[in-house]
């Protein structure tokens, strides 16, 4: 069974970094993409970042291009998400995420879930 637990949110003021952190259990890196998706209130979920089955590209959201790294430590299952400058608008809840990952021409990132962790409480404040 596939099962994602994150970790790392919290309540940061504007131009602060959160690190969020996903153990993953059930998983191999070889056999799928894992990333990064954020839901706001009121608005669908969206891809933020991820890694390309087997740890070949990552790709970024355009909003948080130059921004949010997404690494991973395939010896220890776990998946992060460094994530600088931040601004109000990344609040949200961040979920970790295992699926198909590829680049969008519009968006910057085509990120298709098929599991899902339980999600992380992202806070910027202004």
């Known amino acids: 069974e596939v099962q994602f637990v994150e970790s790392g949110g919290g309540l940061v003021q504007a131009g602060g970094s959160l690190r969020l952190s996903c153990a993953a259990s059930?998983?191999?890196?070889?056999?799928?993409?894992i990333g990064w998706f954020r839901q706001a209130p009121g608005k669908e979920r969206e891809g933020v970042s991820c890694i390309s089955r087997g740890g070949r590209s990552t790709y970024y959201a355009d909003s948080v291009k130059g921004r949010f790294t997404i690494s991973s430590d395939n010896a220890k299952n776990m998946v992060y998400l460094q994530m600088n400058s931040l601004k109000p608008e990344d609040t949200a809840v961040y979920y970790c995420?295992?699926?198909?990952?590829?680049?969008?021409?519009?968006?910057?990132?085509?990120?298709?879930?098929?599991?899902w962790g339980q999600g992380s409480q992202v806070t910027v404040s202004s």
């Open positions: 995420a295992a699926g198909f990952c590829g680049k969008d021409k519009a968006s910057g990132v085509q990120f298709i879930g098929h599991y």
């Open positions: 059930g998983f191999t890196f070889d056999d799928d993409g």
